[in-house]
């Protein structure tokens, strides 16, 4: 009971068009849900990274792909990683940013979240970098926004958090090479909770990953997962066994209420990641992490700091992710300008 | 006695120089007050404004006029609105934007206002923004900074909010035409606390409105408003018959106590726009509001979001409005080069 | 005791390498104290700035020097001059800055400060500039930073304030020459908890400084003080006779507890600079203060405002000695191309 009300609220967006995220020219316009994309949209953001990445490493990081648009950054979500890469994103591309301090703004004067919008619109900004703690959130507002301006989603409740995704599809590329087929990769912890989870799993699958397991206490497992075409496992031990890739997830103390966690120890002894674990998974298996990380809680600080962690690479790869994702939203033909080039 | 005690306190800044707005080749220097500009000088900001609104429209909405200046953001009152519009001025202006924290500034050390404000004239800014919940407060800043200085006033008190009166001079413009001598103008609501008001009336008898209305309860009407060149009307199906334009105050609850209001039910039926009442206007009359609307206070939502609202227009249009004033007031060539060049 | 329990915890960072501040081309890394650096590095940081002073003074205050990198402001402890006037420095560089919000960090997620640190680093950061309230606290991270990551200390508890004393010794060079050994100079205040006195010193010391005096209550002397090379007085009148600059420091009221200062009112009588006082100085000597200022405690107003003060000029001079650290640090040649170019 507890896993269907957590659910994503499908019900809760179900009036709104899912398909909005492509413009007629079959281009990325909103970045919402990895749910939907194909194959070959997933491998063109990853290869735009590269190029990012290229960019990213040198002396002058800047390019001027994006002058002169305008970039809301609107988090009603507490968040560092994720707003800091975004803001460093845009900068990057020499877009204007606006942080929008959502605790001051007009809706403490009672100004309603389309109000809100709907100004920032008129600001003519190009493209919304929302954070929201509802389901759907970002659904909604793309559904509502004017034609010109792209929605990102920056993580919404436990539904989805795409450029997450990619940005780990990305890291796992640069170690593991393109042939997702020949892949073992573990999703282990809180999946229940996870919006990073969610959308790490269709990534993977629509990247045609040979093999998906999900490593969760029974009362984290989301019922009916096994639907999404992952192999679901109750005991670390036995669902790390030869894995390439090992995703820890973060655990989400201020998610969860009641008892379905026993204690934080008990946890780490079930469910943490030590060294002594890692040596049942592949010797050259990398570990990731979206961050932040809890130390003792669900990965060991030896492992977390060790030779196999990619964690800060994820980090870094995060601004050249978002960089693409950006870049391919806002630097689309503009559809009304269709056939008149010549 | 209530009016008389909120009207602007000339007094507290009479020992002030308030013709400090011109420099002596007759250009616009600071912009704190419409009270006193010509006609040419007000019709230069809208022409001026009309070439920022193309670049606005474009899709590299930047020009280099303000590169290497730098504008500090002295907000003292909470703003989303106002603050966030003239960030993105000045930076689609290319300047450099100081967003000073004042809650967090020295002045919680025990620094008086002055000590900061001479500290961010010594960091060479070229520009303040300002806005402070003391009338006259930027007059009396103007008159302290240094000479190369120039300060903008964004919402003093209940004084005046020029670039708010321009932006709706322009929205009006746009809408109506630039006979201004043809219109009436019907401004709504809370007129006593309002600088929005105090300083739309002064724009709109500068522009020789035809026919300036302004609709009130009394104990919302300044004593001696008719000494404006207004008329005054307690009815608004009166006031409203026949306007071309109908500009809605915001109802600003926070600053009334006591007894001067009936509930918010009782206000909204008698000086609430509703789709009813607009019937009395024009047909073509256009509805503005500076934002942030209370829905179903002062105006009902189905007006807000019709065919004659062009409220999300003035958003717009601020933006350009601020570009115009900021580039006119600092690009403006030095006064100590007068006759120097040749 | 108090005095020896406050005095710069040695130990503490005693296991760090202090040598951290060069490359191996004896170039300028990391800025995190005066100490230990030589005469000609001090000057050239002064001549630096020297060239900055002409952009700022210039109506476009911008140069591309740093454009395309990444500058993050990391402020654990509140400061308003100090930190704008990095982030003017910053910008006037071109460079891309990131405020980093501390309290709304994932650090309040549990996150310990140098995974907050790695992550920045690892979102490509060139430069960390960082105040706290421990000594030591940036050579710690200093220590600890990938090795093309910058360190430069904008404060540390009551260890160094490196920036402030490079900025002073440039308003006294532009004031009474480069002939630091005919220079009397005094600095007042409250010695024991200040960085910026122990900053100055040191820089004072190595730029062969005549006589360098420091007048403050017992209690507020730290013991051993004499061992850096200065003379100490306890009675101001004695102390600032023939001085050529006073350095007034501020009464860190925040800092002090129990019973080692009387009242403001004594202190003011005792050490406060008052115009009679100034006058057993040299008649052209000037007046400092690293701000902000508490009038009627350590200066009287009419001194800080009086014609012998440069205590905005300081201000000023801010901006272009930290624009001189910054392209310093930044613009070396990369150590791995040594030897390279030819």
Redesign the interface.
């Known amino acids: 009971m507890v896993n269907k009300a957590s659910r994503p609220t499908d019900s809760m967006i179900g009036r709104d068009n899912w398909n909005i995220q492509l413009d007629c020219n079959g281009k990325l316009k909103h970045f919402l849900t990895i749910e939907g994309l194909s194959t070959e949209l997933l491998i063109s953001i990853l290869d735009t990274a590269e190029s990012f990445a290229n960019i990213?490493?040198?002396?002058?990081?800047?390019v001027p792909l994006l002058?002169?648009?305008?970039i809301a950054n609107l988090f009603f979500e507490?968040s560092?990683?994720t707003r800091?890469?975004f803001?460093?994103a845009a900068?990057?591309l020499s877009a204007?940013v606006?942080n929008?301090?959502i605790s001051?703004?007009?809706t403490?004067?009672?100004?309603?979240l389309m109000?809100?919008l709907?100004?920032?619109?008129?600001?003519?900004c190009d493209m919304f970098v929302v954070r929201h703690n509802a389901s759907g959130a970002t659904h909604y507002i793309a559904n509502r926004v004017a034609p010109g301006i792209s929605v990102i989603n920056a993580g919404d409740g436990s539904h989805a958090h795409p450029t997450q995704a990619m940005l780990d599809m990305f890291t796992i590329r640069r170690n593991k090479g393109d042939n997702f087929g020949q892949l073992r990769v573990a999703i282990v912890g809180d999946v229940l909770h996870s919006r990073v989870a969610r959308s790490q799993i269709h990534a993977l699958n629509i990247l045609n990953t040979g093999n998906i397991r999900v490593i969760a206490p029974r009362t984290l497992t989301p019922i009916g997962i096994e639907d999404m075409g992952v192999e679901v496992f109750h005991d670390f031990d036995e669902g790390i066994r030869d894995a390439d890739v090992i995703i820890m997830l973060r655990l989400q103390k201020e998610r969860m209420q009641g008892a379905l966690l026993p204690s934080e120890q008990e946890y780490y002894q079930m469910y943490g990641l030590s060294r002594e674990r890692l040596r049942l998974a592949k010797p050259d298996a990398i570990v990731m992490h979206p961050?932040?990380?809890?130390?003792g809680v669900e990965i060991e600080s030896s492992v977390a700091d060790g030779p196999q962690s990619v964690i800060?690479?994820?980090?870094?790869n995060?601004?050249s992710v978002r960089m693409a994702v950006m870049s391919m939203v806002l630097g689309r033909e503009?559809e009304t300008d269709k056939g008149e080039k010549s």
């Not at 800060?312 to 870094?316: A, F, G, I, N, R």
Request: net charge positive.
């Open positions: 990213n490493a040198k002396s002058v990081k800047k002058r002169g648009k305008t507490a560092t990683r800091n890469t803001e460093l900068k990057r204007d606006l929008v301090n001051a703004s007009a403490s004067k009672g100004e309603t109000d809100t709907h100004n920032l619109q008129a600001m003519q961050g932040p990380i809890n130390r800060l690479d994820q980090v870094t995060g601004i503009p």
